[in-house]
T-cell receptor, first 114, second 113 residues
Framework: EPEVTQTPSHQVTQMGQEVILRCVPISNHLYFYWYRQILGQKVEFLVSFYNNEISEKSEIFDDQFSVERPDGSNFTLKIRSTKLEDSAMYFC????????????FGPGTRLTVT | AQSVTQLGSHVSVSEGALVLLRCNYSSSVPPYLFWYVQYPNQGLQLLLKYTSAATLVKGINGFEAEFKKSETSFHLTKPSAHMSDAAEYFCAVSENTGNQFYFGTGTSLTVIP
């Protein structure tokens, strides 16, 4: 069964460093998303991406964040200068083809900023 | 604005007992509603979804949920709990295809042998 994959599973970085989180969505899906889950809190939407552009973003998704679909298969989230409060589990999701309503989530990348 | 409320951050049931996890939503338009399950150190797995068809929705692993518009609820049930059902359960709402999901704070289900 097709699934969303994410790498790395765990990333440790120092405050102020740039990180890139990578996702491979399910092929032929049209919508792509990033969410985050701070430990013990609910899953929060960051950004959605459709037709090679951002379609929606939350107030969390400020200028420090960017997304890219560089090669038609990968979907990346870049944090330019990490802060301690960026420590969280980051989930990638895709959807919109075959099952247009649901979103399929990857296993997540745990980001730890020290 | 949309929001999801899950009553009870922790629920404990005995093995074989009924599971009831509560979810209430607010939405300005007819919503799409979802339940996801998260096992430790894993991602979110879709249990079931409501997309304006039948109000009683059956999902995987014996779970089902009923959409009640008058109560703005989408509670998740399972007649008989198994040990393997122990996990975190999230209710989510969306207004349209492709739109963001709004998640509840989650309910941690413990199954007592």
């Amino acid at each position: 069964e097709p699934e969303v994959t994410q790498t790395p599973s765990h990333q440790v970085t120092q405050m102020g460093q740039e990180v890139i989180l990578r996702c491979v969505p399910i092929s032929n899906h049209l919508y792509f998303y990033w969410y985050r889950q701070i430990l013990g809190q609910k899953v929060e939407f960051l950004v959605s991406f459709y037709n090679n552009e951002i379609s929606e973003k939350s107030e969390i998704f400020d200028d420090q964040f960017s997304v890219e679909r560089p090669d038609g298969s990968n979907f990346t989230l870049k944090i330019r200068s990490t802060k301690l409060e960026d420590s969280a589990m980051y989930f990638c999701a895709s959807g919109g083809q075959g099952g247009p309503y649901e979103q399929y989530f990857g296993p997540g990348t745990r980001l730890t900023v020290t | 604005a949309q929001s999801v409320t899950q009553l009870g951050s922790h629920v404990s049931v005995s093995e074989g007992a009924l599971v009831l996890l509560r979810c209430n939503y607010s939405s300005s338009v007819p919503p799409y509603l979802f339940w996801y399950v998260q096992y430790p150190n894993q991602g979110l797995q879709l249990l079931l979804k409501y997309t304006s068809a039948a109000t009683l929705v059956k999902g995987i692993n014996g779970f089902e949920a009923e959409f009640k518009k008058s109560e703005t609820s989408f509670h998740l049930t399972k007649p008989s709990a198994h040990m393997s059902d122990a996990a975190e359960y999230f209710c989510a709402v969306s207004e349209n295809t492709g739109n963001q999901f709004y998640f509840g704070t989650g309910t941690s289900l413990t199954v007592i042998p």
